[in-house]
Structures are given as structure tokens and as C-alpha cells.
């Protein structure tokens, strides 16, 4: 079955990048999400990727992807005390099945 | 454009009973899916409705349910909860264009509290 992992915790100081990491195993996985939930909220999408892409760049969000390796990334350059929260990783293949696979998600910290 | 809106957002129940959570989705979408989140299970899928029909359905107990009205709206219900139950329950919507179908956008959800 579909399985995603992630690390569980990241500690970064202020202006520093933070690269938090995601590996999946389903090779069929089409389009893969990073999701934010601060405490008490929602999730909140923050990109998404196909698998036809290597890389995407959105402001301060940058997502590598390798396919072979089944790896996917997301680097925050200049990391703010606004980041820290937890950053899940999810997949879906591209069935016209809409549900997500999501990893466990990785709390970042973020020190002034 | 108003976001994915899940009422109510605190709900506390005794075991037994039996609860019913709303969600809206964003104007134009027709597809709604449910999501259970507990610190030791983590997110996972309950069910995905579209146009008032169920398409997909996670590994969850009959108890769970749902369903979606002509507006798209959607409720969940849980019939004789359980301890267990206790999680939040997050509701997402997608458009159903070619594109971005299986981008969903996710309400703030319900937090359910079983005694």
C-alpha cells in the first residue's frame, strides 16, 4: 500500500533555510502536496508538485522532487518565528481518486 | 472566495451518542472529502463525495457516515462513538477541473471530544 514518511522534528535559527524531507512508495503518485497546520487550525496548502516536474519555486518555497529515488523536499529560505508549525507531506495518484496520503508530518521550531 | 467552512468547531460527547459535522465547501466545488486526525494515527481518509454520490471510502467502521446535498454541502455523521473517536475532522473540497481537481483546500476543522 501507499505509505509516506517523514521526520519528525526540525530546529532552525531565524534567517536560515530549513529543508524538511519526504519520502513516499507509491510509484503511481501523480501529484504530491506540502501542507502547514499551525496549533489548533486547519491544513493549510502550501504547494503541490507533478510528477512530471523536478522542481518548483513559489516566493520562499522551493520543492525538489525525485522520482527515481521516490524522494520530494521543501526548502524555506530566510525561515521566519511564522514558520514553525508542522509541515506534512501527501500524495495522490492521478485516478480521479481524491484521497490523500499524508506522512506524519514534521514539526519545525523555529528559534529567534 | 470564502474558504472551506466545517461547523461546528468544538463539539464534546458522551460515548453512545451519535454526532453530525457540516462542511461547506468553496463556491464551485463538487467534490467533498472527510479526514480524521489523532496524534497516534495521524491524517487518513474517511470518504469523498461527489455530485450527492460517495466515490471513495477509506478503511473506517459502518459507523462512520456521510453524505452530500445538491448545494455540495456535506455532512458527516458517527453513530455510537466511541473514545477512540475523539480527533479532529477536517473537510476538503477540489474543483472538478482537469487541472486542478486533486488540489483540495481544507476547512479548519472539528474538533470532537468523546467522554
Known amino acids: 500500500g501507499e505509505d509516506v514518511e517523514q521526520s519528525l522534528f526540525l530546529s532552525v535559527r531565524e534567517g536560515d533555510s530549513s529543508v524538511i524531507n519526504c519520502t513516499y512508495t507509491?510509484?503511481?503518485?501523480?501529484?504530491l502536496y506540502w501542507y502547514k497546520q499551525e496549533p489548533g487550525a486547519g491544513l493549510q496548502l502550501l504547494t503541490y508538485?507533478?510528477?512530471?516536474?523536478d522542481m518548483k519555486q513559489d516566493q520562499r518555497l522551493t520543492v525538489l522532487l525525485n522520482k527515481k529515488d521516490k524522494h520530494l523536499s521543501l526548502r524555506i529560505a530566510d525561515t521566519q518565528t511564522g514558520d514553525s508549525a508542522i509541515y506534512f507531506c501527501?500524495?495522490?495518484?492521478?485516478?480521479?481518486?481524491?484521497?490523500?496520503?499524508f506522512g506524519s508530518g514534521t514539526r519545525l521550531q523555529v528559534q529567534p | 472566495k470564502a474558504g472551506v467552512t466545517q461547523t461546528p468547531r468544538y463539539l464534546i460527547k458522551t460515548r453512545g451518542q451519535q454526532v453530525t459535522l457540516s462542511c461547506s465547501p468553496i463556491?464551485?466545488?463538487?467534490?467533498v472529502s472527510w479526514y480524521q486526525q489523532t496524534p497516534g494515527q495521524g491524517l487518513q481518509f474517511l470518504f469523498e463525495?461527489?455530485?450527492?454520490?460517495?466515490?471513495n471510502k477509506g478503511n473506517f467502521p459502518g459507523r462512520f457516515s456521510g453524505r452530500q446535498f445538491s448545494n455540495s454541502r456535506s455532512e458527516m455523521n458517527v453513530s455510537t462513538l466511541e473514545l477512540g473517536d475523539s480527533a479532529l475532522y477536517l473537510c476538503?473540497?477540489?474543483?472538478?477541473?482537469?487541472?486542478?481537481?486533486?488540489?483540495?483546500?481544507f476547512g479548519a476543522g472539528t474538533r470532537l471530544s468523546v467522554l
Open positions: 463525495y461527489f455530485s450527492e454520490t460517495q466515490r
Open positions: 508538485i507533478f510528477s512530471n516536474m
Open positions: 476538503a473540497s477540489s474543483s472538478n477541473s482537469p487541472i486542478a481537481k486533486n488540489i483540495q483546500y
Open positions: 507509491d510509484s503511481s503518485s501523480t501529484y
Open positions: 501527501a500524495e495522490s495518484p492521478d485516478t480521479g481518486r481524491r484521497a490523500l496520503t
Open positions: 463556491s464551485g466545488h463538487r467534490s
